[in-house]
């Protein structure tokens, strides 16, 4: 399955979890999702799972200065 992230195409061996593919990605925190267009409740993520063509936005806070 194909899905677009950060406006990069993935190819996704498996249907997974927007939690488990952050996680297969090493993405830790507080990372915030949109799923085509809309933004995903971080309590959900485990919940929601990725389908053909989705396309996401990840964002992750990070600290500096």
């Known amino acids: 399955m194909k899905i677009t992230v950060n406006g990069k195409e993935e190819q996704l061996d498996a249907t997974l979890s927007i939690a488990a593919y952050l996680e297969k ?17 971080r309590g959900t993520y485990s919940e929601v799972e990725l389908q053909d063509g989705d396309q996401l936005e990840v964002v992750q806070m990070m600290a500096g200065g």
């Open 25 to 41: 990605k090493g993405v830790q925190g507080n990372a915030v999702v949109e799923r085509n267009f809309v933004i995903v409740k």
